[in-house]
């Protein structure tokens, strides 16, 4: 039996294309996305792609220490070497081949910026708006080759292994139906819709993990999450956009409610220490301080330079009312990347035979306890591109096709009702944010498993929202197990 496609692909982020893109053009491609081609966090990625491209001031082991150093030395050294080492050729391929466009000096080299926890000057990066200008140039090319085919609006509902392929699941528009293929890469992004408050876009929901999981495939660190220091503190909304990280590294101060810089109280690099030391740092400020109030203000390099170098922010900074050539920026952490996800090894290949996961979703080990600012773009290119290796190498020698009849169509009847996002939100802020409260983590994970087990059994009709809200009790329970795990195996 012959498969439809050879490869399908869930995601049209950074990772799910360039995926589709490093495939020979007889390999047929389904490229998914569960909402339009560009609502995802690699869209909305801004500070850039940190790779050593200029030999001359940069070396591939300072990029390693520095990653190192940023992951409490608990990274996977064979997997972050291949990281620093293949990915400037990735990084150097989306300019001439996709004809990406990074900034540059007036003799028109590129201009590398500086974020937390980098040595050099090391990240390309487009304005402050580098994911867009990847994911567009990523998706036109991908729409011009003939071997790969979009689906927008399709979430990837199930997966079934059938021997030589898999049967999966597709709700497309509200209905239902299934397609085969030989291989799957999952590319579906973050988690962060199971916080209240997150940079991630609405489609992190993590659902690629969860589909792995169900298959049995090995989930690994869930529980380390990134949450970023510097969110615009909006009043209301649940995606708080972004101050990147490079507002820090051009110069910009982070003030507490009484207007003083405090950081070097708690790190000697200051503004620049990495994500995870500034998230704690404000948190221990705002109880010191009795404050959620804080601030960023980059006013002191001058109007100019601040709306050339961040016009993205600044644009919509002033939508908030906020004038960052004038105004210091509110800012308080909140979720932002989860470093965890389906465990695979350098190839992008996890537990479960012919299912490849690659992006925010998986876990490579690259990041350690902490992502280095900048190298998770690089990790989804450098990642996703081995998974084609793979897949094509296995391709060479293996018959493919499925071989068993196409599954029963599902067959809920209940309709959902709303409130399990919500409580599944509120156990993950109150357990494991910045600073985790290990005495929520036990209660938490018991109400979280009576809320999947009702999810699993309810007998609920399948709808994009009924997956999701799966999908978020499925990682609350994965997440909160695993600390609960951890705690019981420490001395
Ligand atoms: C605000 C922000 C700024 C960032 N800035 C940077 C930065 O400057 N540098 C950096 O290196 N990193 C940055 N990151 C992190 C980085 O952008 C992401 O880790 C990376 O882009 C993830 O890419 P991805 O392809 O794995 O997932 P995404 O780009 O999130 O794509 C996920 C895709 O999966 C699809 N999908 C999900 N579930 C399903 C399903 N069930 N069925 C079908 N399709 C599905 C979605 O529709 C989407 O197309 C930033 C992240 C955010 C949120």
Redo the contacts with the bound molecule.
Sequence with gaps: MVNQYDVLI????????YAALNFEPEVRVLV????E?T????????????AVVDKTNDDYRLHIADTLIAGGYKNDLRSLEILVNEGPEDVLRLIKEMGVEFDRDEMMNISMTL?GGHSRRR?L?HKDS??REI?QKLLSAAQRKPNIKFMEY????SLTPAGGGFWAG?LVNGEHRYVSCSYCIL????I?RVYPY????A???G??IT?AHELGARIKNLHLVQF?PTAFAAAQGRER??I???VRGEGAYLLNCNGERFMHNYDERGELAPRDVVSRSIIKEAALTASEDFYLDITHRGEAFIKSRFPMIYARCLEEGVDITRDRIPIFPCQ??LMGGIDVNVYGDTTIDRLYA?????HTGVHGLN?L????????LVF?RRCTYDIARRMRHEESGVQTAVPNPPSGRRALEPGHRTTIRRIMQRAWFVIPDYNAVDEGLAEATEILKELRNGDYILTPDY?EAK?LATVCTLLLSEVVKKKANEP
Aim: aromatic share 4%.
């Design positions: 869930a995601g049209s982020g950074v990772a799910g294309l998914l996305s569960k909402r081609l609502l995802n966090n690699s869209f909305l990625a801004q500070g850039g792609v940190a974020e990240i990066h580098t994911g994911t399709t979430h990837l509902a597709l590319c579906t992004g973050g962060g997150t940079t991630n876009s489609i992190a929901t659902d690629g589909l970023h956009f972004l990147s990280e490079a932002h990347y690659a992006g925010e979703c998986s992502r600012a900048s190298n998770s773009l690089l990790e989804a996703a997956l999908s």
